[in-house]
Structures are given as C-alpha cells and as structure tokens.
Nanobody, 122 residues
Framework: QVHLQEFGGGLVQAGGSLRLSCAAS????????MGWFRQAPGKEREFVAA???????YYGNSVKGRFTISRDNDKNMVYLQMGALAPEDTAVYYC????????????????WGEGTQVTVSS
C-alpha cells in the first residue's frame, strides 16, 4: 500500500520562502512520477509541479521560476521549494504520485497525501 505524507506547511509573509516535503512509502514509489497540486478555498485543484523518476520537471505557469521540485529516490522523498511567495499561493498543498509518467491533471495521479496548509500573509 502506498502512503504519502506532506510536511512543512505553515504561515509565511509575502516574499518569503518555504519548503514542503513529501515522504513516500510503499512498493515501487522510488520509480513513481511525483507531483504537487494545490487547492484554495472555492477553487479547483491546480497543478503546481511534477517530477519524473529520471528527474525531468514540469511546472504550472503560476509558479514557474519561483518554485522548484526535486526528489531523493534513495530516501523516497519529494520536495517543493517555494520562493517569492504571494498571498495567491495560499492553499492546501497535496503531494501525489503515480506509477505512470508525470502529468498536469489531477486525474493522472493515483495516490494522494492528506495535504498541508500554506498561508501567505500580505
């Protein structure tokens, strides 16, 4: 059984930085494509970033140039380094994974964490 657990959410001032971590456990997770999505109140779940097993990365337009996704396959960890944060980045951030290739749609991912709240104050 695959389990994903996010860490590192919290409150940060606009312009600040924050790093989210995701611990993955279960069979085959080191070869999964992994991603981050976010969902703000009243809005649809939004693609943030994804990384393939071979570390090819993909980003949503709203975070490109500010966020960096990375992974440590030995530790089964995925990270999201967030910079130049703005109040619009406030959301619950979800770690997700799939045995297939990385995608930008939530329905392309099979496993999800419970989410971690990120709040950016102005």
């Amino acid at each position: 059984q695959v389990h994903l657990q996010e860490f590192g959410g919290g409150l940060v001032q606009a312009g600040g930085s924050l790093r989210l971590s995701c611990a993955a456990s279960g069979r085959g997770v080191s070869t999964f494509a992994m991603g981050w999505f976010r969902q703000a109140p009243g809005k649809e779940r939004e693609f943030v970033a994804a990384i393939s097993w071979g570390r090819q990365t993909y980003y949503g337009n709203s975070v490109k140039g500010r966020f960096t996704i990375s992974r440590d396959n030995d530790k089964n960890m995925v990270y999201l380094q967030m910079g130049a944060l703005a109040p619009e980045d406030t959301a619950v951030y979800y770690c997700t994974g799939t045995p297939g290739g990385p995608g930008v749609h939530h329905f392309e991912y099979e496993y999800w964490g419970e989410g971690t709240q990120v709040t950016v104050s102005s």
